[in-house]
């Protein structure tokens, strides 16, 4: 919501992975990895050499490396289409969307036998048993539902815009405002 006071969720798309009465974790699907692109980052995890950058499949030149959460910001997560697996890695989570976060998909991708749809991120959105609820309530959060060209599409400046949209909300009417009746 245009409230959030929290800058790093400011404007976010967050694909909810996970929900329970344990707490909650997401990934922010709209938010660029500053000075991060795909390319570089297989080179610094010695997937590939420099010099074999320029080798890649095309679409991972273009695949976008997202700040997905301020929590453990480090670890890499990828959101895929489910026409690849891992196995005991592998996560489908819901709507043809999976979740894989171990080194195998990256170098999968890398080699141009990975998921065709997939986008990476560094750490995840966590919040603690209740707290999401919490928030919800508070005007913190709009939810809709998982729509995969919202995780996958490259287009990220657009995605918070559209998100609202598909839920019938004209983003210029939105408030910082709330009120319940």
């Known amino acids: 919501m245009p409230g959030m006071a929290d800058e790093r ?5 967050i694909y909810l992975c996970a929900h329970s009465a344990e707490g909650a974790m997401g990934i922010i699907v709209n938010k660029p990895a500053a000075d991060l692109n795909m390319p570089d980052l297989l080179v610094q995890l010695d997937i590939i ?5 320029i080798r890649l499949p095309a ?3 273009h695949m976008p490396v997202l700040m997905g959460g ?6 890499g997560f990828v959101l895929h289409s489910p026409d690849f ?75 918070y815009d559209r998100a609202l949209r598909g ?13 319940h009746a």
């Open 49 to 53: 050499a420099q010099d074999d950058a």
């Open 59 to 61: 679409y991972v030149g």
């Open 85 to 159: 697996h891992i196995d005991q890695s592998t996560l489908l989570i819901d709507n043809g969307i999976c979740l894989t976060a171990t080194i195998e998909i990256l170098r999968a991708i890398a080699v141009g036998k990975g998921p065709a749809s997939a986008v990476l991120a560094l750490g995840y959105a966590g919040w603690q048993a209740g707290q999401l609820e919490s928030e919800i309530q508070a005007n913190g959060w709009l939810h809709c539902p998982a729509d995969p060209d919202l995780i996958f599409n490259s287009a990220l400046e657009t995605k």
């Open 167 to 179: 839920i019938g909300i004209e983003p210029a009417m939105l408030s910082a405002t709330a009120g």
């Open 70 to 75: 301020p929590v453990e910001a480090s670890r």
């Open 9 to 13: 969720f400011s404007r976010s798309v």
